[in-house]
Every structure is written in structure tokens, then in C-alpha cells.
């Protein structure tokens, strides 16, 4: 069983130089999947990644969509297939299977539905129970600001940094990336990851 992730960026042509988010988000993708054949870029600004550690799915989309949002006026919409792999292409999109046919239909999906996250696994009580939680969740991440996204994106990077140690990196006070994980409300998303990792395992 593995997850694939399928995302796009919304208003991508909004902004004109691409390379300022199309960068970062490359590096995003390296840093959550440094095997660059599990994870691809395609159609200018949708991309694929496939994740074989099942319990990383939430914090791989935490990850993106802080990166992402670090780029004012930008957004991304994340779909999250859990399932078999029943084929391997020579590249990650003409891979296919249970976890690709999920992923794919629930981006599709999340255009319809006006959301930005959403899960397809084969257990239907559980993708209800998640997407419940992820539109609470996205009520905060949908609402970040540039800076509530880097000090997320900077916080996932270095798990066990002080807040004064991300403040050096920022080149802010301690006080301030408090206020700004406050905002983030980067506990509570931290707790989603948890509880999303547990009820994963039992899958």
C-alpha cells in the first residue's frame, strides 16, 4: 500500500515570473521524497509524489501547502489517494493502481467541491472521519498568511529548534514566532498529524 499525493497550484498564472514558486516548490517535493523519480511536475503547475511511508501523507501536504503559501496570492489544492500500486511506468504519472485512481478522482472532486484537501482510502468510515477533520483544518491553512506559512514551513523543517532558534533564522524575536505559530494555529495542526498517523496505522 502506498499514498500519492496529487496537487496543482491555484492562480499559478497570476503570477508572472513562475520560477517563485515553481522553485520552491521543487524543493518541497525533494524534501519530502528525495527520490526525484517518485515525485514529478506536470502541465506547468500540477504535480505527483509518491510517498511509501503511509503515516507521512498530512505532514507531506502541511509541508507543500506552507511552502506554497509563502507566495502571496497563491494556494495549492492537495488530494491524498491511499491504496495498491498495480503498476510502475517509467515515470510516476504513467504509474498506476488503486492509490493513483484515488488521488486523481479526488482532485477532480476538490474543484467541484471548492476545497483545497481531501482523502481517498479503500476504508469509507475513515475518509469520512479525516475530511471531517481536514475542513476544520483548512478553515487556518486556507486563511495563512506569508509569514504564518514560513514559520510552519520553517517549524516542520526543524522539529526540535526553540523558538528562538527559528527566530534567528527569520531574524525576529522569540516573541514574534510565538505570535506567528499561535496564528498558525501550528499546534493543533501538529496534533492532526498524531491522530492521522494512528488511525493510518490501523489501516
Not at 57 to 85: H, N, P, Q
Amino acid at each position: 500500500m502506498v499514498t500519492v499525493l496529487t496537487g496543482d497550484i491555484i492562480k499559478s498564472r497570476s503570477i508572472e515570473n513562475q520560477e517563485i514558486w515553481l522553485k520552491p516548490l521543487k524543493k518541497a517535493l525533494r524534501f519530502v521524497q528525495p527520490n526525484d523519480n517518485l515525485w514529478e511536475i506536470y502541465r506547468g503547475d500540477s504535480f505527483q509524489l509518491e510517498l511509501q511511508d503511509n503515516t507521512k501523507g498530512f505532514f507531506t501536504v502541511v509541508y507543500i501547502k506552507s511552502v506554497i503559501k509563502m507566495t502571496k496570492g497563491l494556494d495549492v489544492r492537495l488530494a491524498l489517494g491511499l491504496g495498491e500500486k498495480s503498476f510502475e511506468g517509467a515515470s510516476l504519472v504513467e504509474s498506476n493502481g488503486e492509490a493513483f485512481q484515488f488521488s486523481g478522482e479526488t482532485l477532480e472532486s476538490l474543484k467541484k467541491d471548492k476545497l483545497n484537501l481531501k482523502i481517498k482510502t479503500p476504508d469509507q468510515n475513515l475518509n469520512a472521519q479525516l475530511n471531517l477533520y481536514f475542513k476544520f483544518a483548512l478553515m487556518v491553512m486556507d486563511t495563512w498568511t506569508p509569514n504564518s506559512a514560513e514559520v510552519v514551513k520553517l517549524s516542520l523543517e526543524h522539529p526540535n529548534a526553540l523558538q528562538k532558534d527559528l527566530g534567528s533564522m527569520l531574524d525576529i524575536n522569540q516573541n514574534a514566532v510565538s505570535k506567528r505559530q499561535k496564528r498558525a494555529q501550528l499546534d493543533s495542526i501538529l496534533e492532526l498529524n498524531e491522530m492521522y498517523q494512528q488511525l493510518i496505522k490501523k489501516l
